[in-house]
């Protein structure tokens, strides 16, 4: 039974002694932390230990019987207690799978960067605004690749500063942290700048060839790889940069190109020289051989102008071969395969063989489903594309049904006053042999 007391006199000096250290630290009446909590948490439990102590050695006798109902008092107060202190979390614990649909949950939410004024500043024209906003937020959040976009886009296109938003890159791309997307993303947006704001197309190039050199067998290089390939000429970008609006000239046209000696073939636009193109699109690719669009051109050229489609199928080739494609364009290349072949009477085989490698070299994917279901029906547009034989038709008599010994004669003959038949008049001087069908 001492133990017991002992026991409970423990728990409430804990209690008492966590109480008075909290309030003389706290000083202000706050809510009770969690530390506090679990301390008076351990006095209760270990004032319930001391209570069943003494419910168990209560003696059976009245004064025992009292003594067991205390001890139930007891308990029912130390539980009380512990749910006093922790209803809230229990109640919370209890109903965060309904609450969480509507507030989101306990879970933290990310502190990002908040653009919306900045962007409201700049629709309402107010643009020194608009900068300290962006400047605003990129102190907060020094390394967020879209507030120093935004800001180079303000300076270049709302205060007309290009170099300045030039300088706002080169002071993103010095800084440190920054990841590979982030800088190719950077490096882009400068070469932009220089081409199409300053027209400095060397500068330009100088940028995307640093972009290709740093970052190899990346998406970013593969597209300043085609950038560098359709790189305008000095001649585009001037234009672009002039506001004059062009003056168009009226062209004569002939109105009655029917009624022309040529009936109108005279006037008709002149195709291009196919075979100048294709030596054109060999020189270019000599130059840059990654460039997919002049390569798809080429085939293109070789399939249908030349009728070479070894040719054809071997330059889509070396772009499905070329490592870090992306997957669409392997895909719509390998098509282009199985469309040259499909083409041709005996190109069935290559076409099919086509299709299987999008299916082994994609697994599971939706273009190797669509390639598949193209094999399938691959008979069905190999005969679709035959040509359509040519029917000739022979000469024949627009006068057939009157030729003849037909039954309107003696049908003409009762009708005398019916014009005659010039087929069966004889002329003058000539045989009055009639005609036979």
């Not at 000096?13 to 109480?19: M, N």
């Not at 507030?147 to 886009?153: I, K, T």
């Not at 303000?154 to 030039?166: F, K, M, T, V, Y």
Request: proline share 6%; hydrophobic share 40%.
């Amino acid at each position: 039974m001492n133990r017991a007391f002992v026991i409970i006199g423990i728990s409430w000096i804990i209690t008492a002694v966590a109480f008075a250290f909290w309030r003389i630290r706290s000083g202000v009446a706050e809510s009770m932390p969690g530390w506090l909590k679990a301390v008076f948490t351990v006095a209760i439990g270990t004032f319930l230990s001391g209570v069943s102590l003494i419910a168990r050695n209560a003696p059976p006798s009245a004064g025992g019987g009292i003594t067991q109902l205390l001890c139930v008092a007891a308990y029912i107060l130390g539980t009380g207690a512990a749910f006093v202190l922790w209803h809230r979390e229990l109640f919370e614990f209890i109903a965060s799978p309904i609450t969480s649909l509507y507030d989101g949950g306990s879970e933290q939410v990310e502190p990002k960067p908040f653009y919306a004024r900045a962007r409201a500043h700049r629709m309402r024209g107010e643009h020194g605004e608009a900068l300290e906003e962006v400047q605003f937020q990129l102190r907060q959040f020094p390394g967020d690749l879209e507030g120093w976009l935004l800001l180079a886009e303000i300076q270049s296109e709302d205060l007309q500063a290009p170099d300045a938003a030039i300088e706002t890159l080169h002071t993103f791309l010095a800084s440190d942290g920054i990841s590979a997307e982030q800088r190719m993303l950077a490096l882009q947006r400068e070469a932009d700048l220089l081409l199409f704001k300053l027209q400095d197309r060397a500068a330009a190039k100088v940028v995307l060839e640093r972009l290709v050199g740093e970052f190899p067998d990346t998406e970013g290089a593969r597209l300043a790889s085609q950038r560098l390939s359709h790189m305008p000429e000095a001649e585009f970008l001037a234009e672009s940069r002039s506001h004059e609006r062009k003056r168009l000239a009226v062209v004569h046209h002939e109105e009655s190109l029917g009624l022309t000696d040529d009936l109108g073939r005279s006037a008709m636009p002149v195709e291009p020289d196919q075979d100048a193109e294709i030596q054109k699109l060999v020189a270019v690719l000599v130059e840059h051989p990654d460039d997919w669009e002049h390569r798809e051109r080429l085939a293109k050229l070789y399939a249908e102008h030349l009728g070479r489609p070894d040719l054809a199928h071997e330059q889509l080739e070396r772009l499905v071969l070329t490592p870090g494609q992306p997957e669409r364009q392997v895909v719509r290349w390998l098509n282009q395969i199985a469309d040259i072949h499909v083409a041709e009477p005996d190109g069935l085989p290559a076409a099919r063989l086509a299709l299987e490698r999008i299916g082994s070299r994609f697994p599971g994917s939706a273009a190797a489903e669509m390639a598949a279901q193209r094999v399938a029906r691959l008979n069905l547009e190999h005969g679709g594309r035959k040509p359509t034989p040519t029917l000739k038709l022979g000469t024949y008599s627009n006068r057939l049904g009157l030729e003849g010994q037909g039954p309107h004669r003696p049908l003409r003959a009762r009708l005398p006053d019916l014009a005659p038949d010039p087929e069966l008049e004889v002329p003058e001087g000539g045989s009055d042999t009639k005609p036979t069908a």
